[in-house]
């Protein structure tokens, strides 16, 4: 290994593979989409309200800002270099081998943990849409074991199953992958916006107010966890976490140049709007205090303070969807990363095989799918997704120093798309990144730096 070799734009587009071009800009902007929407407004809310009070629609803001100037660092680099890979593909463009082998090893952890730990997530509301119904599962086999401890469980069926499902899906063609994300996209945001609707009528201005009981930063005594507007959005970043698989798909892109940089972009500016509607509405119907109470459900809390209880199925079937679709995009890029560091061998060959019929990286998909499906069955994982989030705020931070370090060596490259107000734009994202980074706890650091240190022995 030639820690410090570098690849040149052409060096890259022609050692890829060409895999099946079909996605366009609305393909990519329903998979950003289908990425960011699901967890963060199903899950995190209830801990974000907590965490900041009403002001956590400031919080999203904030995340939402941090990812916006990455956004446009990562669409600058997809329409240099369109080739499978995302950031680990733009780090070894940039900066070399050794920091694209970090960056992948990086990506690794932020796509398996967090298709693993929305699999947790997804088996808990698949269960509340069983029991609509009158039907339960054993409740050894609804979550991994030490989940819950008032309850005793073994093993997360449900989410074992959804992830073998989604890792078919995946391993059969990008076709059916874009067509069945596309669909369940399009059902998950008609399902928010029946929510909207139905729920704004039931907010109470009084509930705004303290607007921001935190204040930026803050401890509170005998806590060791940060309150306010940061923290929080330290904790939702989690939301907005899969836009960067968009640029994963760029060999399987028609005109990657003009549409990756739109899908990011559009995916981003959706989402952010969304997010902030939501909130809103949530913290205004219900005290953000009382979420404690629906910590692990806030949207069915919602529900429920509303009396809409005919709501409650239909939503814990978007919650769902949009669960399934963020997997889905997490497991995809997770494939495609190990698909460009196998060919460049800095993994094994296994990796980068392509299946003959269906022009997928299959053995990868499959190898990864069912290594997510037994972690998110039998590990309980939702104390590490704050590891995901610093893992992929250092992601951010290598692309947007990566687009000041190429506009200074190589300023005349062909670029597609330029990020504008260089190099404000890219200093400001990682100035944001490390804000955020900045609002984790320091188990959350701990276990990074574990983590690197094991990429670095790897080496």
């Known amino acids: 290994m030639d820690l410090f070799r570098k690849k040149s734009v052409d060096q890259l587009v022609a050692e890829s593979t060409p895999l099946k071009r079909t996605m366009r800009t609305f393909d990519l902007t329903m998979l950003g989409i289908g990425a960011i929407i699901g967890t963060g407004i199903f899950v995190l809310t209830g801990k974000g309200a907590l965490t900041a009070g009403p002001a956590l629609s400031v919080s999203f803001l904030l995340a939402a800002v941090c990812c916006g100037f990455a956004g446009l660092c990562y669409a600058e680099f997809a329409a240099m270099a369109p080739v499978s890979g995302s950031a680990y593909s733009y780090a070894y463009l940039a900066f070399g081998e050794l920091i694209a082998f970090v960056i992948g090893w990086d990506l690794i952890l932020e796509y398996a943990l967090q298709a693993a730990t929305v699999s947790a997530g997804w088996s808990g509301y698949f269960n509340k849409l069983l029991e609509g119904f009158g039907l339960h599962l054993p409740v050894e086999l609804t979550a991994a074991y030490g989940t819950n401890p008032d309850v005793t469980t073994y093993f997360n069926l449900p989410g074992f199953v959804i992830v073998l499902i989604i890792t078919w899906v995946l391993s059969i063609g990008i076709n059916q992958t874009k067509r069945t994300n596309d669909v369940m996209v399009l059902i998950k945001l008609a399902i928010i916006v029946l929510f909207i609707v139905c729920a704004v009528w039931y907010v109470k201005p009084s509930n705004w107010q303290p607007f921001s009981p935190y204040g930026i930063y803050t401890f ?73 109470k629906y910590i692990d459900a806030p949207v069915a809390g919602v529900i429920l303070e509303t009396g809409m209880n005919w709501l409650a199925v239909i939503v ?91 506009r200074k060596t190589q300023p005349n490259a062909p670029r597609g798309f330029r990020a504008p107000g260089v190099p404000v734009t890219p200093i400001l994202a990682i100035v944001f990144c490390f804000v955020l980074i900045a609002g984790l706890n320091w188990e959350t650091w701990v276990r990074f730096a574990v983590w690197f240190g094991l990429g670095l022995l790897s080496l």
């Open 316 to 406: 814990n079937l978007g919650a769902l969807i949009g669960m399934t679709t963020v997997m889905l995009v997490q497991l995809y890029g997770q494939s495609r990363i190990c698909y460009a560091m196998s060919r460049d061998g800095l993994f094994p060959k296994f990796f980068g095989h392509v299946h003959e019929k269906y022009r997928t990286p299959f053995k990868g998909t499959w190898f990864f799918g069912l290594l997510t499906a037994f972690a998110g069955g039998f590990i309980n994982i939702n104390v590490l997704f704050e590891l995901v989030n610093i893992g992929t705020l250092s992601a951010f931070i290598i692309v947007s120093a990566g687009i000041l370090w190429m």
């Open 220 to 292: 509170q005594p005998g806590s060791t966890q940060p309150y306010g507007i940061v923290p929080a959005a330290s904790i939702v970043f989690f939301s907005f976490i899969g836009f960067d698989a968009v640029s994963s798909s760029a060999e399987e892109t028609i005109n990657p140049n003009k549409t990756l940089p739109r899908g990011i972009l559009l995916s981003l500016a959706v989402s952010t709007v969304l997010y902030v509607i939501m909130t809103l509405i949530m913290t205004g119907v219900v005290p953000y205090k009382e979420f404690a």
